[in-house]
């Protein structure tokens, strides 16, 4: 990066079923939020993380919706899509447009509007375009038995058995609770989670991420920019990386190492000169548990085939050695497939601000968001910290 | 811009009905022909403009799709939209990630498949997805009637018969003809365009781009990767920019003053440190006739209702005071939406290198192109020059 990039505003509406609100009003209120936050009055460009509003809103061409609805036509505008890791690739599209001095401020949105759908297809096939449409859902497997397969490969592999997943979802929903923006906002038990309705063996409803509404926002800023807003919060972003993957799932080199995970990761270390052992706060992207434990061991923090032994031992929780998902995560926060990356780094940022309250990680100085898009074939990392 | 940004490759398909190849081989050919072009072997990144395969092939995440199926596994890719300036845009990305320092070579890639869709809906509620859904398309418009009021109020405005509109439909017709890429490689004449299919008044079907398949990529690098590459053929990227409007066009402050069309315009000669009358040849975008009118007027090349004087005064034919749609445009080359904006900057690029054989610009050093998306609601402009 030739210019550093900080972060001065955040924004969300909660996560829920939003009947009465489009994708329109959704986006609205999330920049309204950070505009608001960020003390500055009209970025330099909007960049939109969306996966789904052509199909189920038949709505394409957000960029200069949004941005003339939020009262700053004119501006640059264009949405990113990368599936479900959208949000992320959106941010690291207004990274970019700062550091090479074409911006000097930009916000990065993500919106999705799941539910109340006026467009042409269902929810289930709307997700499933995330996957290989030629050699996967042509077949007529859907998005959530794609993650089954690689959950019961892993279960078989590595002898884990289901319950060993369970805290990843028990300490979502625990750290759900205390976050206003979360959509389900109480505890869970490791025998509500045994008992939960199967969905695709060994997948359960109490492993899933639920479908959903919401959207968030982040401003960014340049250094020279900050030099006018002098009560700005400022958090730097220290890497943005991306690395991708196959589609299909068959045509993976290993199913159970999830090479773009930990190319993005290493990428995103190299950039900000650290290791995984410097990391205080970790967003990553539990759409299914087993993307959890994936995550963990891709990024380094867990051995392969051991991320669900950190989260039975603890170390995930709030007061643990790398604590994930402290505002709730995709299972309990919620997961708006395209707006997800921006909620992970809304998220971050809360944490390295000290500002998340009773869910607070103490101390955290460096935080890291990763954003995973299908079975794992779009990764995009993120590294910040707080300055001063 | 921080770094110094080239054109280093060029690929395309013919622009066609491609009944027996989908998204995948469609874009791979563009790809392998450009990275052919380029002399290097594997892109930093892959920047994905493609505006309706969610819809049409059910498939989203083209990023990492067409990385693995070019072989380029594992590198960085997203696909960026803004309705038919997804090209545009993509290209822009590509251009940030270099300028950025983030990446030495980049290719944006723009692909559509518009026939044979295996998705759910229509070609043409898909192509509405670029208009506004709540309040433009819910009312029974479609995308050509909106071009068509847009059309009507020209002529009415500034008393302009529709016949002179016919010699933007007849140069690029003409220019078409020694396109080998071309869909439609044949003359017309100003009486076959009066008497043509009227589609929606004043509208007809020959003052419209036509429904296709295409891919067209481009290989961009950074100076310091061009000192590894001698013999590689360099264009320089002088300008990049993009500016919105209201999607919906009651929105518009004025119907007939484009200001996207000129803010980005201005922003791009700003960058580049010229003016209209510097640039040698020019590739807009003449989704409709109108479109070309007003595309000539907001760049400063025609005083506003004038724009159809100059494509009646030949000003605007190969050997005219500034030539467009040299290798025939949208309206006869094709126009495979989210594809047309990498597509006009691979003919500004031929045009720049002196490769146009028959349609060559003489001396042409300066080329711009620029990409329109909806009725006008994002343009993105780019101004190209021959080094040496």
């Known amino acids: 990066m030739l210019r550093d990039v900080y972060v001065i505003g955040i924004g969300q509406t909660p996560i829920g079923e939003w009947w009465d609100k489009g994708l329109r009003l959704l986006g609205f209120e999330a920049l309204k939020a950070a505009i608001a936050d960020s003390g500055i009055e ?23 919706l949004l941005a003339d609805f939020a009262g700053w036509r004119g501006i640059e505008a264009a949405t990113v ?23 000097e401020t930009v916000v990065a949105l993500g919106v999705e509007k799941m539910t109340d759908g006026m467009g042409d297809g269902s929810i289930l096939s709307g997700l499933a375009t995330a996957a290989d449409a030629d050699y996967e859902i042509m077949h007529g497997v859907t998005f959530v038995a794609l993650n089954a397969l690689m959950m019961q490969a892993y279960m078989r592999e590595y002898k884990v058995p289901h319950e060993n997943f369970a805290p990843f979802s028990v300490n979502a929903h625990q750290n759900a609770v205390n976050n206003p923006n979360a959509m389900f906002r109480k505890e869970i038990t490791v025998e509500k989670y045994l008992n939960a309705t199967m969905i695709s063996p060994p997948i359960n409803l109490l492993d899933s991420s639920p479908i959903c509404d919401g959207a968030a926002a982040v401003v960014l800023a340049s ?11 400022r958090i730097k972003v220290l890497a943005s990386a991306s690395a991708t993957d196959s589609v299909s799932l068959a045509e993976r080199h290993k199913l159970l190492e999830a090479e773009a995970i930990k190319a993005s990761a290493d990428k995103a270390y190299a950039m900000a000169k650290l290791k995984p052992d410097d990391i205080d706060v970790f967003e990553l992207h539990d759409a299914f548990s087993i993307m959890a434990a994936l995550s963990l061991e891709g ?35 919620g997961h708006p497939v395209g707006a997800t990356g921006v909620y992970e780094i809304v998220d971050v940022i809360t944490q390295l601000r000290g500002a998340a309250a009773a869910n607070q990680v103490k101390d955290a100085a460096i935080g890291m968001s990763q954003n995973i898009g299908g079975t794992g074939a779009t990764v995009v990392t993120h590294i910040f910290a707080r300055e001063g």
């Open 223 to 233: 250094g020279d920019a900050l030099r006018n807003l002098p009560d700005a919060a």
């Open 81 to 103: 899509e990368a599936a479900c890791a959208s949000g992320g690739a959106a941010f690291q599209a207004g990274v970019r447009a700062i550091a090479s001095g074409m911006a």
């Open 42 to 64: 009209k970025p330099d460009a909007l960049f939109v993380g969306n996966m789904l509003a052509e199909r189920l809103s038949s709505q394409a061409h957000l960029g200069p």
């Open 299 to 333: 990024c380094g923090f867990a051995a392969p085939g051991h991320g669900t032994d950190m989260a039975c031992d603890g170390e995930i929780a709030l007061g643990g050695r790398i604590p994930v998902c402290t505002m709730g995560g995709l299972k309990a926060r």
